[in-house]
């Protein structure tokens, strides 16, 4: 299994499992030197794809604290050249809760704190963290477009989006990536062709929730094939789970979230779990 992935159309490739660090910034969050030391472990091990959002935080008092947490862990890295740091703007978190805002105006207001946020004069990849059903598509991804072209941000990503609409932003502009959740137990991007898609039009499919989050939990943790195949890798369940997106298709990047540097060096792990075709089709045949 190849261990890197190619960045959209670009000659650009990055580790196959960078690091989700929305769990670094959320209520319950680690301290701040628990957090800054996941993004060391994962630098260390390797890792050089790193997905945050300015509303990665608690609520609309703390916007910003993922990107701000990024940019210190990444100070304190005397190699930081080949790290890609990719964000996204679009919600919003008032009273903790999460609302979509996708209008132009927030979405240039956005761009310019977390240019701030991240210490950065341009944001490698910038995402529509999700479409707005009060705005039309093509007035957000226009703006992302302006964005670019003003060399705020150089890349532009879609999260959470169909296919129709991959293909709507593409008239607009290039795409370089497309977020959807995606795992062994959710695999909506696969049934409905956005990994496809992605596939045949070279745009990298990053699967956020590769291991389920909190809410699969339970579902991994009983899981016997899971237990059993993890036993006979020598592996965890995460890592089969990762491993199991990495085989299915050389588009797809992981983003496995971790709030402690023993997960994430769990995750990074995965790379090293060469599954045999026959437990890929025992996994997809069994696992729904």
């Known amino acids: 299994m190849n261990k890197y992935r190619q960045l959209g159309n670009t000659n650009i490739e990055v ?7 929305m769990p670094l910034s959320l209520d319950g969050r680690p301290d701040e030197a628990q957090a800054l030391g996941v993004i060391k472990a994962f630098v260390d091990g390797g890792g050089n794809f790193i997905d945050s959002a300015n509303v990665y935080c608690i609520d609309d008092s703390d916007v910003g604290h993922n990107e701000k947490l990024i940019a210190k862990a990444l100070s304190k890295q005397e190699d930081t050249e080949n790290i890609i740091v990719a964000t996204k703007g679009g919600l919003r978190r008032p ?3 999460w609302t979509v805002d996708a209008s132009p105006e927030w979405l240039r207001q956005s761009c310019k704190k977390s240019l701030m946020d991240l210490d950065t004069d341009s944001i490698f990849l910038y995402q529509l ?7 039309p598509l093509a007035d957000s991804i226009g703006e992302l477009a302006r964005l670019k072209a003003e060399g705020k941000i150089q890349h532009i990503g879609l999260s959470n989006v169909t296919v129709e609409q991959i293909k709507l932003a593409l008239s607009i502009t290039d795409i370089m990536s497309v ?25 990298t499919f990053i699967a956020h929730s590769p291991v389920g989050g909190h809410s699969q939990h339970a579902q991994r943790a009983k899981n016997s094939l899971l237990k059993n195949l993890a036993e006979k890798y020598d592996a965890s369940t995460y890592q089969i789970m990762i491993a199991w997106l990495l085989h299915r298709s050389s588009s797809i990047l992981t983003i496995p979230g971790a709030s402690k540097t023993s997960s994430i060096m769990d995750s990074l792990r995965a790379i090293n779990v060469e599954l045999s075709k026959e437990d890929m089709q025992l ?5 729904k």
């Open 15 to 21: 580790y196959a499992i960078g690091l989700g660090a």
């Open 283 to 287: 996994l997809e045949a069994n696992i």
């Open 179 to 203: 977020q959807n959740r995606c795992n062994l137990f959710e695999r909506t991007s696969f049934n409905n062709g956005v990994v496809k898609f992605c596939e045949v039009n070279n745009i």
């Open 95 to 97: 009273k903790s809760d």
């Open 129 to 135: 963290h999700a479409p707005d059903p009060d705005v």
